[in-house]
């Protein structure tokens, strides 16, 4: 390319010659990334979901760095999803940074941002060599965790620390809508107001553009046609189109239910290691999660069925089934991801299902470092006493069988705690335990 056409690129995309459009600040990701650019001198790596919020979190942190007295000449951002970049490979990024250092003349080690990454070729070479010189401070972003986790681990080991952005928390939702929630005492009156947007963030998911957006149906069908086309299909040279269609729709229709993969295939009629193998490339764009059967011993928890979540349970009511039929079933889907995200930020949180031989079930074990720490059981109607003794049955037999004294049922709307031999259920509505969860997650890192 020629010298002019990379600066105009550039010059669209920086804050060189004006302020570029840095969407709503999401304060969580944003300290704990300015927390890891400071704190160390590793390469920064971000990956989620496409179209969770990735380039908007770097575009954010490169406006922060400026307001904090970093001069701008000393910042670079970098889009390779712009069409107008050719031959994307190590040649063209040797060609952005010789251009980026004539035209500003960087007068201290840059700021490197590099917004999906993982569409250039090798670029992983080019990202060590600058670091190992010292030649800039590299934050780079992908929507493919085990390309990115892949290549890191091969030629960046111990060279890079890691974050993972998901689409908005209710919070940040509830935000997003300027509906602002000061404290727990703040919801008082608002209950109402926050239950109304509860049912929309289960319905219509949480992408930010979507949450933004009127037109959300064909923003989300939009979106899969990209994850479907770029990320699975061209990405994973798939040559088998409609089987793998099909199974993501069979995933999304079956969202907080459990799978086997010949389970699976025998429905589709689809060889199970396709689906096998499918079912991986779906997990690493992060489109769909499976959930572990809690085991103290490995081999029965690979054999076990696993539960299937989505990313987002817009995407879930877009293409799998209908809102109102399975709405329980959507907002376990919603309490799992916010439990992801959780473990996200803290790497030593593990996630599992329980089950025993009576098919007795909790949707979430918790689990922190060796010891279990919370039980969580998803009930969205716990109105009628049958349901409501056989979701206390089962979470008395994994609080003795785990050894811990308090669980949690969480419905639409109950409020209440049981008390049931020594140990303490307690019961809460959706949308205040998502909230206390983020109120968790700010204290913990200092926001």
């Known amino acids: 390319m020629y010298k002019n056409e990379i600066l105009s690129i550039l010059k669209d995309w920086n804050d060189w010659e004006g302020r570029q459009d840095i969407g ?30 990735k380039s908007y979190l770097m575009r954010q942190m490169a406006r922060r760095l400026s307001e904090k007295g970093v001069r701008r000449e000393n910042i670079l951002f970098v889009n390779f999803e712009d069409p107008r970049f050719t031959s994307l490979d190590t040649k063209l990024l040797a060609q952005i940074y010789d251009v980026y250092k004539g035209f500003l003349s960087p007068t201290d080690t840059p700021f ?7 569409e250039v070729s090798e670029w992983e070479k080019w990202v060590r060599t600058m670091h190992e010189l010292k030649k800039a401070k590299i934050i780079v972003s992908g929507s493919n965790a085990h390309l990115l986790s892949r290549e890191l681990g091969t030629l960046l080991t111990g060279r890079h620390l890691d974050l993972t952005v998901f689409p908005l928390s209710f919070a940040e939702y509830l935000m997003f809508n300027k509906v602002e ?33 009127a037109k959300k149906t064909e923003i989300l069908l939009n979106y899969f046609d990209d994850l479907l086309t ?56 992060y489109l769909i999660f499976l959930l572990k059967r809690f085991s103290y011993k490995v081999k029965e928890q690979e054999k076990s069925p696993r539960k299937i979540y989505c990313v987002d349970t817009g995407l879930c009511n877009s293409l799998g089934f209908r809102f109102s039929e399975n709405i329980g079933r959507l907002a376990e889907n919603i309490v799992f991801l916010a439990l992801k ?50 979701e206390l049955r089962s979470l008395r037999k994994a609080m003795k069988e785990l050894n811990i004294s308090t669980a949690t049922i969480i ?37």
């Not at 079956?254 to 290691?273: I, R």
């Not at 025993?356 to 716990?382: A, M, P, Y």
């Not at 259920?425 to 959706?430: A, C, G, I, Q």
Request: aromatic share 12%; charged share 25%.
């Open 341 to 390: 995200r959780k473990q996200m930020l803290e790497p030593q949180t593990e996630l599992f299902y329980w089950k025993d031989i009576q098919h007795r079930e909790v949707d979430f074990v918790i689990k922190e470092g060796l010891k279990v720490t919370s039980l969580i059981q998803v009930c969205w109607n716990l109105r009628d006493d049958k349901t409501k003794a056989r």
């Open 230 to 285: 770029k990320d699975l299909l061209k990405r994973f040279r798939v040559r088998k189109a409609p089987a793998m269609k099909a199974l993501i729709k069979y995933y999304f229709s079956n969202a907080a239910n459990l799978m086997s993969f010949t389970s699976a295939g025998k429905y589709l009629q689809v060889h199970t290691n396709t689906v096998e193998r499918f079912s991986g490339y779906f997990e690493d764009v």
């Open 24 to 53: 709503i600040l999401r304060s969580v990701y944003l300290n704990r990334l300015e927390g890891l650019i400071t704190g160390s001198n590793q390469i920064i790596t971000i990956t989620g979901p496409r179209r969770a919020g």
């Open 411 to 447: 419905t639409e709307a109950m409020e209440g705690e049981e008390k049931l031999n020594g140990y303490t259920v307690k019961t809460v509505p959706l949308w205040k335990w998502l909230l206390a969860e983020e109120v968790a997650l700010l204290r913990v890192w200092n926001i």
């Open 181 to 213: 929630i000061k404290g727990a005492f703040d919801t008082v009156g608002k209950e109402a107001q926050i239950d109304g947007f509860l049912h929309r963030y289960i319905e219509a998911g949480s992408f930010p553009e979507v949450t933004l957006s």
């Open 112 to 118: 490197i941002f590099l917004d999906e990454v993982q």
